[in-house]
T-cell receptor
């Protein structure tokens, strides 16, 4: 079974530029998560999707971050414009249902973003 | 609100020695507790999880953890460390009805020395 796929693996941009990350979850997984992992910290949930709908985006900085999950499969996370403090690893995870639980979340390898 | 505290950002053990990584949780409702491992440049992999069944949970690669409600702890142990165990370990908490949202600790980097 293929795991969670993410691209790109690495991205370097300058502040105020925009960037997008892509995630393809495990086939059949209804729930998709985006986490931000700053160096030296644990992952922090940015947004959670259940199929096409947003379940939780309470920690997403909505003035600059946006995410979508078209057709309930792939997802894209965008930052526009980027700030220096956005430098982090962005992890995508998926789970079978995301309701009740606890479902196991399966993580992708992450995208390491460096903002100069 | 739920939170976890991992004591010791860096732990060093000798190969063959006991591994003990500490995690204390705070939760206003019965928690679900998890340990994840992260190898360099890789995503997180689930080691084990506590779901209110047995308090002693066995996971992959010889790891286990014991849920102690009285101590609000969920420490991770392995009897004999192997070089391949060197990685970062994260404790996380969620709860029933919480939509599967995980709250992670800050992680413990495990170093295994010869």
């Amino acid at each position: 079974e293929a795991g969670v796929a993410q691209s790109p693996r690495y991205k370097i941009i300058e502040k105020r530029q925009s960037v997008a990350f892509w995630c393809n979850p495990i086939s059949g997984h209804a729930t998709l998560y985006w986490y931000q992992q700053i160096l030296g910290q644990g992952p922090k949930l940015l947004i959670q999707f259940q199929n096409n709908g947003v379940v939780d985006d309470s920690q997403l900085p909505k003035d600059r971050f946006s995410a979508e999950r078209l057709k309930g499969v792939d997802s894209t996370l965008k930052i526009q414009p980027a700030k220096l403090e956005d430098s982090a690893v962005y992890l995508c995870a998926s789970s079978f249902t995301g309701t009740g639980g606890p479902d196991t979340q399966y993580f992708g390898p992450g995208t390491r973003l460096t903002v100069l | 609100a739920q939170s976890v505290t991992q004591l010791g950002s860096h732990v060093s053990v000798s190969e063959g020695a006991l591994v003990l990584l500490r995690c204390n949780y705070s939760s206003s409702v019965p928690p679900y507790l998890f340990w994840y491992v992260q190898y360099p440049n890789q995503g997180l992999q689930l080691l084990l999880k506590y779901t209110s069944a047995a308090t002693l949970v066995k996971g992959i690669n010889g790891f286990e953890a014991e849920f102690k409600k009285s101590e609000t702890s969920f420490h991770l142990t392995k009897p004999s460390a192997h070089m391949s165990d060197a990685a970062e370990y994260f404790c996380a908490v969620s709860y029933r009805g919480g939509g599967n949202k995980l709250t992670f600790g800050t992680g413990t980097q495990l170093k295994v020395e010869l």
